[in-house]
């Protein structure tokens, strides 16, 4: 019964996704046009001293990954507040419908979104002369699924919690831009001072990139790979947790 | 007789307001409806009807006290009540870029109906409904009152013993509204017992078989519309007057004499509760004209549910809702 909800669930809201045409802007225009326009800043960059990679692209595009599965599920807790807004969501949880399956259904439509996002990144990346390994790229897909359910469990649960618009924007940009910044997406934490690379090294999304990076060069033995997979490991398990909690208690 | 569809035994929610301050919206209430019935929450908008009917529909958790409904324990068996309960909120609930129909085939599967049960049941209540001239346009462009119809047919959908209506008719059109009384009036005679709340006398005067008046989550009377009105002997006449002074001048003034039983202001009228209107009428306008305290306006009526309210809360109910 609950991998039947869990289909129902997923269906409606993957039907009801692609019927949205701003969607496709939303989610797909935006990494594209950062490693459009971004990208080529870096090139510049690429050649001072210090920077850890040669090649922008090769720096860059690994990060962008992470910073997209950072954005784009740590966003989608406003599609879920307008379902509260409409009452779908109390509509469905009158209904006998599993609270775990309401849960992961609306979590891996994100993960699927997520999927396709990245992969139109890696093909773009691809025509900028991106060269990536293929067993760690793959290693790089469920790092880059963890993050996300770590990240859409984390808005969604927000989303219950603040019901209003404009309290779950300001929460999330304050959660979400120094996560990002410290994380090293747009230019190496080394360049910072230590304050700033200390306040880095408790930043999960810092091993993210590292990792990231590594797996695409095909170092999958690099350090930072176990790092990454244990932290995303246990937040994804442990954010999930408290989202289903959240489906089960929903005040809204 | 048979056991009620809900009891109510000392439910109580609290929330947690501003600062430390704690709301109580709904205060140890207890409460029996019986199979069959509609049954009416009536109150101003803040008074627990909705947190009520919230906690008695398994979508929040009672602070304390104890339900059943439809025979299941509200605390530990909220899976069994879903299953037998419909549920139709203030918002409705359906998906906007979705049809009418697909919404009705998702809450059909999630009530685990197979997909041709769904479809077949589907079909019958569009047809009943008369809901196929837009069944298939996203909900997104349906009128206020076809939206409410498309609520109440997934309200149904699992053909519910219970059925829960939040407001069922605020913000609709006169014309949608009598449909939407109608339909749930239908439903009743089919054997469906209905919980409603409102904040339209009118409604609960029309509609109920018995209601509870709910003011600051506290049930203040329960009877039958007709009952309750019978609360309060004879008739009411209204003055109105210009000014606050005024009005406590004839106040004073009616106390003193023997034609009236009660007196009760609110803002700028005097409501006198008299035995027969039609005889003390002449009299007391002969007693304000000497005193020259005549009313600005005079209303003689047969008490309402409003005057039942305004009676044993000390507010009317339209002023409790502007002080919202």
Known sequence: MMLRDTYL???????????????????????????????????????????????????????????NALFSAGFVGFSLQDKVECGF?????????????LAMGLILV?????????????????????????????????????????MASTSFTLALLTREGGVLAGVTNTLVLPLLILSGVMLPVTFGPPLIQALARVDPFLYAVNAARALMSGAILDAAVPAAFVIFAVLSVVMLAVFIRGMREAVA | MAAPIIRIEKLAKRFAGRGKKIVEAVREINLEVEKG??????????????????????????TSGKATVTGFDLTTQAREIRRHIGYVGQKGGMEQVATGRENLMLHAQLYRMSKADAERRIDDLIERLDLASFADRKTATYSGGQRRIFDLASGVINMPELLFLDEPTTGLDPQSRARVRSEVRALNEQGTTIFLTTHYLEEADALCNRVAIVDRGKIVALGSPADLKKQIAGDIITLGFDDEGD?????????????????QRADGSLHLYVDRGDHALPEIM????????????????????????????????SEAETAE
């Open chain 2, 247 to 263: 009005v406590g001048a004839a106040s004073s003034l009616m106390q003193g004499t023997e034609l009236v039983i009660e007196t």
């Open chain 1, 110 to 150: 994100s993960s699927i979104e997520l999927l396709c996002q990245s992969g139109a990144l890696v093909l773009c990346a691809l025509l900028f002369g991106l060269r990536f390994d293929v067993w760690g790229g793959l290693l790089l897909v469920v790092l880059i699924l963890l993050i996300g359910i770590t």
């Open chain 2, 37 to 62: 019935e509609i049954f009416g929450l009536l109150g101003p908008n803040g008074a627990g009807k909705t947190t009520t009917m919230r906690m008695l529909c398994t979508l929040l958790v009672p």
């Open chain 1, 9 to 67: 669930i997923m269906t409606n809201e993957i039907k009801v996704t692609f019927r949205n045409p701003f969607w496709i802007f939303h989610g797909l225009v935006q990494p594209v046009i950062y490693l459009v326009l971004f990208g080529p800043l870096l090139n510049g960059v690429a050649e001072a001293r210090g920077f850890p990679s040669a090649n922008a692209i090769q720096f860059f595009a690994p990060g962008l990954l992470i910073m």
């Open chain 1, 89 to 101: 969501l109390e509509r469905l949880r009158v209904t006998p419908v599993s609270r775990i399956a």
């Open chain 2, 286 to 317: 002969r007693i304000l004209g000497q005193a020259q305290q005549a009313p600005k306006t005079v209303h003689l009526s047969r008490p309402s549910l409003d005057d039942v309210f305004l009676k044993l809360t000390g507010h009317s109910l």
